[in-house]
């Protein structure tokens, strides 16, 4: 794991085995998350550290998160889950939802349950064990691009907790495809690979030219494509110069050709933006079933920034509450216009607005800002409310 400004999981001292040394800010007396196998429950009951925050995340973890710079506070828990996904000792404590009655097969993959973690939360791949103990039926990994790349210029996340929203220009950081697909093949390799399923999301490089952007996405699907078990293309992130053009016909008609010509037979997915108009996405739908893609990922954030007040404004991507209307809007559309199975994201904050997702079709749905603004618990909440 890579140092972050004011930030380091680094081991300091010799540690017992299954601890994670976490120093926050720096300077500050170590948190140990679990102690020694043999006694891992009786370690965390006397230091009064719960691995499982489900219901007390909203009351005491999220303040606290939310006193952290948005990204320190996402890298910190990144750093957490990553470290904990190693230890089946103590993913064996997050106690997550389980259900059989929830269980569906949708392109072909069995999901024990339809709620995912949205692309974007965990974006090298690093935390995957860690997100099927927590009970999500699937994990989306990246958005992932040939080159690695750094993003956009910090800060670069915005909370606006009056708006349950978030605004981000990341910009597609990430390791790479290279560098990503070691890891994943390590897991693979590894007793720790999760039995349910994961997608791996791609972006364009940003230092790659529009009319090159296939290519480019062909050579991370080469690095990566017996890796995951479904992929999706992301052409609508609005934090890449240009990249929405790609849902253009013309640019969007070669990707999918290209890809496709590449597929081992995975399914195929494609992410696309709130801000398209109905004749656009039913361009987009007829294109998806002439190259046979699995299904459509409906929306990823929208440039509408109508709802937020004019001191909260920053340029990126807003998600949360104020998009669930518009994405549940384009679900509908979707599913008057075509049978492609859609996995439904976006303003997703309440178990009734899961609900009214798998009301208006939808396979499956994924969570992100939801996730962040009520915890582990809302994965609780949603299963009960099915």
């Known amino acids: 794991m890579s140092r972050q400004q004011g930030y380091t999981s680094q081991p300091s001292g010799p540690r017992p085995v299954g601890c994670f040394s976490v120093r926050w800010p720096p300077g500050e007396r170590d948190t140990c998350f679990g102690g020694r196998d043999t006694s891992i429950a009786g370690i965390c009951a006397a230091r009064r550290v ?8 909203q009351r005491f973890l999220r303040p606290i998160l939310f006193k952290m710079d948005p990204e320190n506070a996402h890298h910190l828990a990144i750093a957490t889950l990553g470290t904990i996904s190693r230890y089946p000792s103590i993913l064996r404590f997050l106690h997550g939802p389980g259900s059989n009655s929830l269980e569906k097969e949708v392109f072909g993959l069995h999901f024990p349950n339809p709620i995912g973690l949205a692309a974007g939360f965990d974006k090298n791949g690093v935390a995957l064990p860690a997100w099927e103990a927590l009970g999500f039926g699937f994990v989306e990994v990246g958005t992932i691009t040939a080159k690695p790349q750094p993003g956009n210029p910090r800060p670069r996340i915005f909370r606006i907790p009056e708006l349950e929203a978030l605004v981000n220009r990341l910009g597609f950081n990430n390791e790479g495809a290279t560098a990503v697909g070691e890891r994943l093949g390590a897991l693979r390799n590894s007793q720790r690979w999760p039995k349910i399923p994961v997608g791996i999301n791609f972006g364009k490089s940003k230092i790659v030219p529009l009319e090159k952007a296939a290519g480019d996405y062909v050579e ?9 078990d479904y992929f999706v293309l992301n052409v609508s992130s609005p934090n890449t110069p240009g990249l929405r053009k790609l849902q253009e016909a013309s640019l969007i008609r070669e990707l999918f050709g290209q890809i ?10 494609v992410k696309i933006a709130p801000d398209l108009t109905f004749e656009q996405i039913e361009e987009i739908l007829t294109l998806a079933s002439e190259h046979r893609l699995a299904g459509i990922v409906a929306t990823n954030t929208t440039i509408d920034h109508q709802m937020v007040p004019t001191a909260k404004k920053q340029e990126g991507g807003l998600s949360g509450k104020p998009l669930n209307r518009r994405s549940l809007e384009i679900l509908r559309h979707i599913r008057r216009v075509s049978s492609l199975p859609v996995i439904s994201v976006g303003g997703i904050m309440s178990a009734e607005d899961a609900k009214a997702r798998f009301d208006a079709g ?4 994924q969570l992100y800002t939801g996730f962040i603004y009520r915890g582990p618990g809302f994965l609780r909440d949603i299963i009960a409310s099915l």
Do not use: C, D, T, W
Not at 262 to 268: D, I, Q, S, V, Y
Not at 362 to 365: K, M, P, Q, T, Y
């Open 220 to 228: 991370s699907f080469r690095k990566l494509k017996m890796l995951g």
């Open 50 to 57: 719960s691995i499982s925050v489900v219901g007390s995340y």
């Open 362 to 365: 939808a396979e499956l749905i």
């Open 260 to 269: 496709q010509a590449e597929n081992p037979g995975k399914p195929l997915l």
